[in-house]
Nanobody
């Protein structure tokens, strides 16, 4: 059974950093596009970052560009999203999702499998 499990969220002060993890089971992460999304209360789910299967290139939303790094550990079948210089606007439930495709998409509807999310709260 294909499963994604996020971890690493928490409460952090503005300017701080977090690294989120997305552990996959039941499939090889290298064969899927993996996206990171977030959703704040009352807002739509927003694409944050994505790693394609073609060359493993990562793309980032403008809201986190320059402050985040996506990576993967193929041996652990795990993806990571490092978030730096966090702002209160980064608060939300962060999800990882898998897409059976070669190319990234910033739209949640294009992803086939989802984790349950990990909460990130940025507050003083």
């Amino acid at each position: 059974q294909l499963q994604l499990v996020e971890s690493g969220g928490g409460l952090v002060q503005p300017g701080g950093s977090l690294t989120l993890s997305c552990a996959a089971s039941g499939f090889n992460l290298n064969s899927y596009v993996i996206g990171w999304f977030r959703q704040a209360p009352g807002k739509e789910r927003e694409g944050v970052s994505c790693i394609s299967t073609l060359g493993g290139f990562a793309t980032y939303a403008d809201s986190v560009k320059g402050r985040s790094i996506s990576s993967r550990d193929t041996g652990k079948n795990t993806m990571f999203l490092q978030l730096n210089n966090l702002e209160p606007e980064d608060t939300g439930l962060y999800y990882c999702a898998a897409r059976r495709n070669y190319y990234c998409s910033r739209f949640a509807r294009d992803y086939d499998y989802w984790g349950e999310g990990t909460q990130v709260t940025v507050s003083a």
